[in-house]
T-cell receptor
Framework: GDSVTQMEGPVTLSEEAFLTINCTYT??????LFWYVQYPGEGLQLLLK?????DKGSNKGFEATYRKETTSFHLEKGSVQVSDSAVYFC?????????????FGTGTQLKVEL | ETGVTQTPRHLVMGMTNKKSLKCEQH?????MYWYKQSAKKPLELMFV???????ENNSVPSRFSPECPNSSHLFLHLHTLQPEDSALYLC???????????????FGPGTRLTVL
């Protein structure tokens, strides 16, 4: 079945550092890929998405490129801020279950310090 | 602003209580979902409704009973829960029906449930 693997956290960075959160997936066909962010005490918010190979999703300075050859969708940001502290979830939406099912990773907590 | 609201935000209940969680979406979507988020585990999809019809039930115990009276509202009725059911319950909605794997899901803030 479909699965998503994320690097374990927490990831602790200083403000203005470069961020990479790794995400790899297993799925049949060509899934759509997503990054969601969850701020403390809140639900998940869509951060960015990519629906086909080589697509780059971007939002709020975050980027991720859909790499089919390595089945990866790593999240990057060039300069993190304290306000980026949150839990980040990688997810895929495959073709199983009528296309309604999102499969999530376990989440990676990011802590950004001054 | 997510466009998906959930009430209550926090709920504490005993194992013999009956309670309900409510979700409302203001996005004109046709599909709605319940997820369970437990610590250190991936989000677990519980139920999917498309056009008010349940299309997926991921082997969820019968003590959880969903209800979708219309495309804007989704309920999760709870009875005789166990302490291990304590978790954050998230509702989501999306535009389309089945077969749309590019469809984006929008989440509510969740209900933090504690079962004593």
């Amino acid at each position: 079945g479909d699965s998503v693997t994320q690097m374990e956290g927490p990831v602790t960075l200083s403000e203005e550092a470069f961020l990479t959160i790794n995400c790899t997936y297993t799925a049949t066909g060509y899934p759509s890929l997503f990054w969601y962010v969850q701020y403390p005490g809140e639900g998940l918010q869509l951060l960015l998405k990519a629906t086909k190979a080589d697509d780059k999703g971007s939002n709020k300075g975050f980027e991720a490129t859909y790499r089919k050859e390595t089945t990866s969708f790593h999240l990057e940001k060039g300069s993190v801020q304290v306000s980026d502290s949150a839990v980040y979830f990688c997810a895929l939406r495959g073709l199983t279950g009528g296309g309604n099912k999102l499969t999530f990773g376990t989440g990676t907590q990011l802590k950004v310090e001054l | 602003e997510t466009g998906v609201t959930q009430t209550p935000r926090h709920l504490v209940m005993g194992m013999t209580n009956k309670k309900s969680l409510k979700c409302e979406q203001h996005l004109g979507h046709n599909a709605m979902y319940w997820y369970k988020q437990s610590a250190k585990k991936p989000l677990e999809l519980m139920f999917v409704y498309s056009l008010e019809e349940r299309v997926e039930n991921n082997s969820v115990p019968s003590r959880f009973s969903p209800e979708c009276p219309n495309s804007s509202h989704l309920f999760l009725h709870l009875h005789t829960l166990q302490p291990e059911d304590s978790a954050l319950y998230l509702c989501a909605s999306s535009q389309g029906g089945t077969g749309m794997n590019t469809d984006t899901q929008y989440f509510g803030p969740g209900t933090r449930l504690t079962v004593l």
